[in-house]
């Protein structure tokens, strides 16, 4: 039985990146694990965000969670914000931190590009990952792979404290998809699928209409060979395509490209946008009953308690260790 932790930030719905990279293993991992999974509210503000969007993105995201099989009676589901251990073992993370090793994260450096005055929350955001994994003992984090580096930083800031203060954290390990962990834009196949996109039409979001999921994958950018062929390098939009429609027809690689032997892009991609709709549409349904009832909530206020009775004791012996 692993402890199991992982967050979504609540800074627009979902994306088909977040679901298939990560958000897709939380329910299978509840099957024999002890979950627990977080709305990051306080990662979502190291941007900044429109009060009245973010919350309810944040309602949202619970919905959603709900909708793609999270069981809060066998998980624990809350928003970060709500357990003030997150900000304190943060701060406690970031002390272990040295600047030299936050300024060389990719996410750090492409978010801060270009920018005249960078929130230090953004420099400081792995400190506050580190203290969410660290807080629960976690064995394993289910993510995609643009936090493997995040993931490594964890692990280096737990054994610092660990070698200098004694054993208080448990040393985590990013679980990482085979297929899936870096679906790319639709409009750039050699860039990750990302909520912030400007260009619209990159990006498959959670609660899109059918319509618009299927505008958005006849118009993916591809290639002019007009075969159907897995090729990551010389084929990135056809090879993203493939890993779309695998994942979400339950299909294999070979079969599919056994399948459309001799067919056109036409065809291929009416069925690609025809396997995610109905790999979403369960999903928008459960999700559109849970939205207005009273139980999220509870569920959400429940989680929170679950969650604290945790920290707090994994806070409380980091302090102690410290001698504070
Ligand atoms: P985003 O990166 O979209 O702003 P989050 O940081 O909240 O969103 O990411 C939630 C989870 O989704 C993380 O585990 C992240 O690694 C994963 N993820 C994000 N984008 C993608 C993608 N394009 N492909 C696969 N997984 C992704
Ligand atoms: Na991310």
């Known amino acids: 039985m692993a402890k199991i932790f992982s967050g979504v930030q609540p800074t627009s719905i979902p994306t088909l990146g977040n679901y298939l990279g990560a958000m897709r293993n939380f329910a299978t991992l509840q099957e024999g694990n002890e979950c627990i999974y977080c709305i990051v509210d306080e990662h979502a503000i190291t941007v900044p965000q429109d009060p009245k969007e973010i919350q309810s993105n944040i309602h949202s995201l619970a919905a959603l969670y709900l909708a793609m099989g999270i069981d809060p009676k066998r998980s624990i589901l809350f928003i970060q914000s709500e357990v003030p251990c997150h900000a304190q073992l943060g701060w406690i993370m970031q002390c272990t931190s040295y600047m030299g090793e936050l300024e060389r994260m990719t996410q750090f450096k492409d978010k801060s590009k270009g920018k005249q005055a960078i929130p230090a929350g953004l420099l400081t955001y792995p400190p506050l990952m580190a203290a969410d994994i660290l807080l629960y003992q976690t064995d394993l984090v289910p993510v995609g792979a643009d936090q493997k580096q995040h993931l490594e930083l964890t692990r280096d800031l737990a054994e610092r404290f660990n070698n200098k203060y004694g054993d208080v954290f448990t040393m985590p390990e990013p679980y990482i998809p085979p297929v ?98 109905s790999m979403i549409k369960p999903i928008q349904e459960r999700y559109n009953n849970l939205i207005e009832s009273k139980e999220l909530d509870e569920i959400l206020d429940e989680g929170a308690d679950k969650a604290y009775s945790i920290a707090k004791k994994t806070l409380t012996k980091a302090e102690a260790a410290l001698g504070i």
Do not use: H, W
């Open 180 to 277: 899936g962990a870096r679906i790319m834009s639709l409009a750039e196949p050699t860039k990750k699928m990302s909520k912030s996109d400007a260009n619209r039409k990159a990006t498959i979001f959670t609660l899109d209409s059918e319509k618009d999921i299927i505008k958005k994958i006849k118009s993916a950018t591809t290639d002019d060979e007009a075969t159907v062929r897995y090729d990551r390098e010389t084929k990135p939009g056809i090879s993203n395509l493939l890993d779309i429609f695998s994942l979400c027809s339950g299909t294999s690689l070979d079969e599919l490209v056994a399948k459309y032997q001799g067919k056109g892009y036409g065809e291929f991609k009416t069925d690609v946008a025809e396997a995610v709709v």
